[in-house]
């Protein structure tokens, strides 16, 4: 778990566009992890029948950009965590909460796990779990953008405003804990924010479109830089 965490260290950005990159590592580490440690020497593991049937792996090979080997090892360390075959959202908190114990990863895994329940059910379906990982760890950088951007959208209007980005980026210092070092003053956050908007916010309306978003991400070498470690560390 220690050197989970010291990776993450050496990722943590310190200019103002950070907050975005911040949260799609850490957003999906735990994910990894989980993701890495099914790799073994053992026999090659088939998808079980449980309470709540997933599809087959040939559908969900089509769904998806992962392999059949990887959709075995990621039912694996979904199935060690629910072995009922979905995710509540106390679960998911149990589980980013074991991965960053020294912060508080609760506001956090509940915005991440709204962003996975995709049918508004409160639970997270294996999947639903896959197709948001697919998604954004084997998706386009479109694709990867255009799902930040609806993580932040909360109330789903097609904006993003500064309190909406404001929450996300406190629970995200929130979840790190004591990992931030030095520890972060409460305005932190804040300025970050506001210097993301004036960066982002072209027609200075206080609100952010996935247009503007997606241009102005894409125009920022750090925010590309670091997405594009998904594409060697997944």
């Known amino acids: 778990m220690s050197q989970a965490h010291g990776f993450l260290k050496q990722l943590l950005p310190a200019d103002e566009t950070g907050g975005l990159y911040v949260l ?27 309470c709540h049937r997933p599809e087959g792996l040939q ?48 506001n956090y895994a ?4 709204e962003a996975f329940d995709t049918n508004k ?6 999947q639903e779990f896959v197709a948001g990982l697919s998604l954004i760890l084997r998706g ?20 993003i405003t500064k309190e909406e980005m404001l929450n996300i980026m406190k ?17 932190i956050p804040r300025e970050h924010v506001d210097r993301f908007f004036q960066k982002m916010d072209r027609n200075r309306d206080g609100v952010v479109t996935i247009e503007e978003f997606i241009e102005s991400c894409q125009k920022d070498e750090n925010i590309m830089r670091s997405m594009r470690l998904f594409d060697s560390v997944f």
């Not at 059949?68 to 072995?83: S, T």
């Not at 509940?110 to 796990?113: A, R, Y």
């Not at 059910?121 to 294996?126: E, K, Q």
């Not at 629970?171 to 305005?187: F, L, N, T």
């Open 171 to 187: 629970s995200i210092y929130e979840m790190m804990g004591k990992y931030v070092s030095p520890p972060i003053q409460d305005d």
């Open 24 to 50: 799609m590592l850490l957003s999906f580490f735990p994910l990894y992890c989980w993701f890495r440690k099914g790799e073994s020497s053992e026999e090659e593991f088939q998808i079980s029948f449980v």
């Open 140 to 159: 386009s950088m479109y694709d990867r953008l255009n799902w930040a951007f609806h993580f932040y959208d909360h109330d789903k209007d097609g904006f």
């Open 110 to 113: 509940h915005f991440l796990f």
């Open 121 to 126: 059910n409160g639970c997270l379906s294996f």
């Open 59 to 106: 559908i969900l090979e089509e769904q998806t950009k992962f392999s059949k080997r990887e959709l075995q090892f990621l039912y694996r360390a979904f199935k060690n965590e629910c072995p009922s075959g979905v995710v509540d959202e106390d679960v998911f908190k149990l589980i980013y909460s074991q991965f960053f114990p020294q912060g508080d990863s609760s």
